[in-house]
C-alpha cells in the first residue's frame, strides 16, 4: 500500500525523522554535507521519495502487478562510458545520496546569490504539507516535520535558482531577443503520419515492401494537396489501418500512427521532464526537482489530438527533429529517418508555425508568452545542470553507512504495506 497518490503530485514522497519504526532509531544523523546534518529521518523521507520516483519512472510497479520481483531488475548508474548497471536496491540508494547533495549545492548557491522561492509557490508546498498526516507516515519511520524539510527543498530549491538567475532580473537573464530567438529555432508545431519501415520481428522491410509504403504515404499527400485538411488525411489513414487490420494482410509490420505516444514521443517522454513546480526530472546520476515546465508533455493540454509541440533542443530525438525541420513551414512532405537511432521509419509529416496553429490562452497570451520558462529551460538547463553538478562534487560529504544499510528502499517497502 501506497501512501495516498502523491498528495498533489509532489507529496508522494518518502518523509520522516523523529519516530523511527523501521530499525532506524540509531543514530540521529544519517549524513553531514558541507557543515550540515540530515537527520536519520530526512534521509528516510528522501529515500522514499526517490523509491516512488523510480518505481514510477521505470514501470518497476508492473512487475508488481504482474507477480514479477521488481528488486532483481537492473538499472543504469551514470552516462557513457562511466555508465553501469545497479540493483534497484542499489540504485535507490545510491541517487538518494545524490539528491540530498545536490540540494545542499542549491541551498549554497541560493545563498551566494542571495535567491528565495517564489513566496506563491512556497506557501502551495506549504498547503500540501499541511495535508499529510503523521498517522500515514509515522511507520515509514519519519514524521511530518521530516516530510516537510525534505519536501520545502526538493520542490523548491532547483527552480529558484535556476529561474532567479536565467529569468527577468537575474544575474544571467537571457534577453528578450535570445529568448524568441531559441523559441524560433526550436520550437515544431507539427501533424503526423508515421509508419515504421520494420517487421513484427525488427528486420527491415524490403525494398518492394517499402515503395508500397511510400505509394500510400503518397497518396495521402495527394489528399492533403487537394483538400488542405491534414485531420481529414489522418482520419482516413486510421479508417485504411482499420480495414486493413480486420484482413489477414498487415502494411509494413513495426508501429504505425499519427504521432501518438505508440509512434512519436513527445519533448518531456526523451528528456528532462518539466512538470509541475514540484515534480521531479530523473537522470541517470542525480534525481532533482526541474525548474517548472521544462520539457513537459507539452501535447497533453493541446485541444486539437493531431498537434504535436516539442523542444527541438530537448526531445532527445535528433533525428527525428531534423526530419521535422526538412519540412518547410505550411507544407507536407515524407521523409524517412531512422527514430530513436535505430528504426527505419517512413513518415508524412506537415509542418506549422507554433503561434499560428497554438491558440491564446484565457489570458491573451500567445503561445510563446505561455512557454517563456519552458524556452528559458531549454536554452540553459543542461549549463545550468553541469554547473550544479560540478559544485556538488567539491562538497564534503559523509554518510553513515550504517544508517544505509539498515534504512534500505526494500524496508520502507516493507513498512508502507503494513497496516
Request: hydrophobic share 30%; with cysteine.
Amino acid at each position: 500500500m501506497h501512501l495516498s497518490k502523491r498528495i498533489k503530485q509532489a507529496a508522494c514522497a518518502a518523509l520522516a525523522s523523529a519516530v523511527l519504526l523501521s530499525g532506524c532509531s540509531t543514530p540521529a544523523v544519517a549524513a553531514t554535507v558541507d557543515g550540515k546534518e540530515y537527520s536519520t529521518g530526512v534521509y528516510l523521507a528522501y529515500l522514499y521519495m526517490i523509491y516512488q520516483e523510480t518505481f514510477t519512472n521505470y514501470n518497476l510497479y508492473m512487475y508488481q502487478y504482474y507477480g514479477m520481483d521488481p528488486w532483481s531488475q537492473t538499472l543504469s548508474y551514470g552516462e557513457g562510458d562511466d555508465a553501469k548497471d545497479m540493483s534497484v536496491e542499489d540504485y535507490i540508494v545510491q541517487v538518494t545520496k545524490d539528491t540530498i547533495i545536490r540540494q545542499k549545492a542549491l541551498e549554497n548557491k541560493l545563498a551566494e546569490y542571495g535567491l528565495e522561492p517564489d513566496p506563491e509557490e512556497a506557501a502551495e508546498i506549504e498547503k500540501q504539507i499541511a495535508q499529510v498526516k503523521n498517522d500515514d507516515i509515522i511507520k515509514l519511520g519519519f514524521n511530518k516535520e521530516s516530510y516537510g524539510e525534505m519536501l520545502r527543498a526538493y520542490s523548491l530549491n532547483e527552480r529558484a535558482l535556476f529561474y532567479g538567475l536565467y529569468d527577468k532580473g537575474g544575474e544571467r537573464a537571457m534577453s528578450e531577443e535570445s529568448i524568441r530567438e531559441y523559441f524560433e529555432e526550436n520550437y515544431l508545431s507539427y501533424k503526423i503520419i508515421e509508419i515504421s519501415l520494420t517487421d513484427s520481428n525488427g528486420a527491415d522491410l524490403g525494398d518492394e515492401k517499402v515503395e508500397e509504403i511510400r505509394e500510400q504515404l503518397e497518396g495521402y499527400l495527394e489528399m492533403y494537396n487537394e483538400t488542405g485538411d491534414f485531420d481529414k488525411v489522418i482520419e482516413q489513414y486510421e479508417k485504411d489501418q482499420e480495414e486493413e487490420s480486420s484482413s489477414t494482410t498487415t502494411t509494413g509490420g513495426g508501429t504505425t500512427g499519427t504521432g501518438s505516444s505508440e509512434t512519436t514521443t513527445t519533448g518531456a517522454d526523451s528528456t528532462t521532464t518539466t512538470e509541475a513546480p514540484d515534480s521531479t526530472t530523473t537522470d541517470d546520476t542525480t534525481t532533482t526537482t526541474a525548474p517548472e515546465d521544462e520539457g513537459s508533455d507539452e501535447e497533453e493540454e493541446e485541444t486539437d489530438p493531431n498537434l504535436h509541440n516539442i523542444d527541438a533542443n530537448t526531445y532527445g530525438d535528433e533525428n527525428f527533429t531534423d526530419a521535422v525541420k526538412s519540412v518547410p513551414v505550411g507544407e507536407a512532405k515524407i521523409v524517412e529517418y531512422k527514430k530513436g537511432e535505430a528504426t527505419n521509419t517512413m513518415s508524412l509529416i506537415l509542418r506549422l508555425d507554433p503561434e499560428e496553429v497554438n491558440e491564446d490562452n484565457e489570458d491573451g497570451e500567445t503561445y510563446f508568452e505561455q512557454n517563456r520558462e519552458n524556452i528559458i529551460y531549454g536554452a540553459k538547463y543542461e549549463d545550468f545542470d553541469k554547473e550544479i553538478t560540478e559544485y556538488a562534487a567539491t562538497l564534503d560529504v559523509k554518510f553513515d553507512e550504517g544508517v544505509v544499510r539498515t534504512c534500505n528502499p526494500r524496508q520502507l517497502e516493507e513498512d508502507a504495506s503494513r497496516e
